[in-house]
Each structure stands twice: as structure tokens, then as C-alpha cells.
């Protein structure tokens, strides 16, 4: 496309906040761009002009969003269907608008192309000199959702870094565009307690030298990252990254020097974290976005020789079974993509799959190691170990009562003994 097809193209397309969200109706199914990169000018347009809709679905995955959309004055306005959940959706829960999409985040391509919605809301640089806009900190289903939505809405933002890997659009897959220059939503990392500083240090123990991982993201995450400190020739393959990941390139951790695929480059699909993270990945050859169809695809990850993936929950029963989505009456997490990346690590030769969590909930009065987990994210079967701050349960190939002996050893002495008289009620 020439120079001023591609410019007349964009130029007649833009419009304005209000105008672009006119477009959506009442009963129209509409995905929100996920995590870090959902688009907060044109959220902000949509709940403005709440009153004219009604039942208007929509889809979020939910790391770091203020969700506007789920505040209680919305609730005769939105559904909200959502594939990842955080805190800030439980009024929404609790007003009985909120519901939980429980799909792995690499399954959501294949969803959108069987459930198309109405349309998306996503968030992009303005357009290089080829006319290709770029996705900025986050990749994650974009291009599905571009392909599958019947209208697509951009909003287009100076301030969005521009990032390696498959993040490019070219503007005629775009119906409408919105000029909106504002500082990406942040993620603060957080200065993890000390019973996580434990689970990192135990955690690392797990992980050799040359290793490719997985991480998750927050408090826990962070402390296991800081805990690397010290490894040599580590690469990184995981759905995202965040400033610790930044330290740990830094400081020569992480080179991604021994990974079979993908050498001397960090692969993530999206990023969370603060300004810090996201000028580090601006033009930046040694991190790839890449959408979820490669990072969370088990075929791919099996490449990787030593691939450890490290994810947390909510709760382990004392089977190994593992929870990482409800306690309680609402949903806190999400099935995300732990199970992607633990079937990945399974496959890897000298792979394997790290549950890690603290031992207890609630400030200390609830214990994270069940009889029974309330619900099951991950299966017992493919978890390698469980780590809480009192030591590490070796899972893999263990009879049931050797699992049991396991993550008994490793529950918080405050209820080792109640466990035990659960356990001992239903073998007797």
C-alpha cells in the first residue's frame, strides 16, 4: 500500500471518542483488550454513556484495569464476562453482573473464532511509515480478536512503546481510530513478606542453572524472581513479564543463551509493569511479543530443554490438586495460562511444573493446604512439586499416602494436626 492510500485510510477513519463508541449497541457482545493494555479512553467513553445501553456484553481480562465498567452504577448497563479476575470485579460480582469465563488463555483464539463478538476495543501506536500500526505491551489475542470481531475500535496512543515480535497491524484492519495520547495503565512490583522471601528462596532451589521458566505475576512472583539472583544463563518464556525481569537481564541472569528456540531473546506475550518495563522493551530486539497461539502453546514450550514453569494458587488438597481461582463465594484468579504451561513443562526433557503459594490465607487463619481443594484448576497429576514457606513437597510419581506425607510436611504447624484428623477420619 502507498504512502497516501494507507494516510487517506487513517485519516477518514478517525474519530472521536464519542462518536466511536456510538457505534456499540445495546446487546452487542464487546471485548475489552487485555491486562495492561486495555484502552482506558475509550472504557471511559463506554461507561459515560452507560444510560443508552442495556445487556451489553463485556469481555475483560483483568490485570491492572481501574474496570470503571464495574462499578455498581453500571449494573442495569453491562454483563461483564470475564476470563481473568482481580479484586476490583467483586462489586460488579456482588451486584450480580459479573460472571467467570473459565477458558486457557491459549484456547481464546479458538473461542472467538466459534463465539465472534460484535466488537473489540484495543489500544495501538500511531501508524509507521508502511501504514502498520504496533500493539505496544501487549500481544496476547489481538490478532484473533481483529480477524473475528465484526468492528474494530483503536485507540491511538503516542505513549505506547513500540515492541519486537508479532505485535504489527497494518491500518485497514482497523475500522475506526481514536486519537487519545495517555500513560499506560502501571503495575507497582511490591516488596514481598517475609514468608514469601522463604518460598522464593526454595523455589530457586528447584532451578538450574541454564533453565528456561515461566512466571506468574505479583508479590509472590516478584519474590521468586528476586531469589534467582546468582543463576547463570537463565532464558525466559512466559506470558508476561515485569520489572523484575528487567533486574534480572540487567545483572546478566537471564540471557535466554541455551534455549533451543528463540535464542538470546525474552518471549512473553504481554507486559505488566511501570514505565520502567515498558522504555526497556521499546525497540528493544532481545524482547519478543508474540501472541498467545505461540507462547502458551504446550508444542512449543516442549522444545525448551529444562523448562520449569512457576505459578501460584489459591489452595492444594492433599492430593497435589490445585486451585487457583475460587475461595469462597467469588472467583479471585483465573485459569489463565497455568495449565498451558504446566502440560509445556511436562513436555520438556528435564522440565517440570512448581506450584508455589504460602501455607496460610486469611491472616494465618485459614490453611492453603486442604483435604479437598474447592475447586480444581490444575490436576494432581501434572504438578511436579508444591512449595510453601516450610519446604518443598515432591509430588511426581509419589503413591497417594506419599503425597499426603509430603504436603503435610510443608502445612503450617498450626494446623498440621487438624489436617492429619481429617485425613486419618477418611482412611479409617
Known amino acids: 500500500m502507498t504512502l497516501s492510500n494507507w494516510l487517506s485510510e487513517y485519516t477518514r477513519r478517525q474519530l ?57 452504577e453500571c449494573q442495569s448497563h453491562f454483563i461483564i464476562h470475564s476470563f481473568l479476575h482481580s479484586a476490583k470485579l467483586q462489586k460488579a460480582h456482588s451486584h450480580n453482573f459479573c460472571e467467570y469465563l473459565p477458558v486457557n488463555l491459549s484456547q481464546i483464539p479458538i473461542w472467538l473464532e466459534e463465539n465472534p463478538v460484535d466488537a473489540a476495543l484495543i489500544q495501538v501506536t500511531p501508524p509507521d511509515e508502511h501504514g502498520s500500526c504496533h500493539l505496544g505491551i501487549s500481544v496476547d489475542i489481538i490478532h484473533s480478536l481483529i480477524k473475528y470481531a465484526k468492528v474494530v475500535i483503536a485507540q491511538v496512543n503516542e505513549m505506547l512503546p513500540i515492541t519486537n515480535g508479532d505485535g504489527s497491524v497494518n491500518v485497514c484492519e482497523i475500522d475506526y481510530f481514536v486519537l487519545s495520547n495517555r500513560p499506560m495503565v502501571e ?74 528456540i528463540d535464542q538470546n531473546e525474552t518471549i512473553c506475550t504481554t507486559l505488566t509493569g511501570t514505565k520502567r518495563l515498558y522504555d526497556f522493551a521499546h525497540h528493544n530486539e532481545a524482547i519478543q511479543l508474540k501472541g498467545v497461539e505461540y507462547t502458551h502453546n504446550p508444542a512449543v514450550i516442549a522444545q525448551i530443554s529444562q523448562f520449569c514453569s512457576i505459578n501460584s494458587a489459591l489452595e492444594v488438597d492433599l492430593l497435589g490438586n490445585v486451585n487457583a481461582e475460587q475461595v469462597g ?60 514457606e516450610y519446604g518443598i513437597a515432591s509430588l511426581f510419581g509419589k503413591t497417594v499416602k506419599e503425597r499426603c506425607t509430603e504436603l503435610l510436611a510443608i502445612v503450617h504447624p498450626a494446623f498440621k494436626e487438624d489436617l492429619q484428623w481429617q485425613l486419618n477420619q477418611i482412611v479409617s
Do not use: W
Not at 31 to 54: G, I, K, S, Y
Not at 222 to 237: C, F, R, V, Y
Open 16 to 72: 472521536r471518542a464519542d462518536e466511536a463508541v456510538s457505534v456499540l449497541q445495546s446487546h452487542d457482545r464487546v471485548f475489552l483488550a487485555p491486562f495492561c493494555n486495555e484502552p482506558q479512553t475509550l472504557v471511559e467513553e463506554l461507561v459515560r454513556q452507560r444510560d443508552r445501553f442495556e445487556e451489553t456484553v463485556l469481555y475483560t481480562l483483568n490485570i491492572g484495569s481501574p474496570c470503571l465498567y464495574a462499578e455498581p
Open 187 to 260: 503495575v507497582q512490583s511490591a516488596e514481598g513478606r517475609k514468608e514469601e522471601t522463604i518460598i522464593g528462596k526454595y523455589v530457586a532451589e528447584l532451578i538450574p542453572n541454564q533453565a528456561t521458566i515461566q512466571v506468574g505475576v505479583g508479590r509472590l512472583a516478584d519474590s521468586i524472581l528476586s531469589s534467582l539472583e546468582g543463576k547463570n544463563h537463565l532464558g525466559i518464556h512466559s506470558g508476561s513479564i515485569t520489572d523484575k525481569v528487567v533486574d534480572l537481564i540487567e545483572s546478566g541472569v537471564v540471557t535466554n543463551a541455551y534455549k533451543e
Open 329 to 388: 463465594k467469588y472467583p479471585v484468579g483465573g485459569v489463565g495460562g497455568q495449565m498451558d504451561f504446566i502440560i509445556g513443562s511436562r513436555l520438556s526433557k528435564g522440565g517440570r511444573s512448581i506450584i508455589a503459594l504460602p501455607s496460610t490465607a486469611r491472616g494465618g487463619t485459614e490453611s492453603r493446604i486442604k483435604l479437598t481443594a474447592s475447586s480444581i484448576t490444575s490436576a494432581k497429576s501434572e504438578i511436579n512439586f508444591v512449595v510453601t
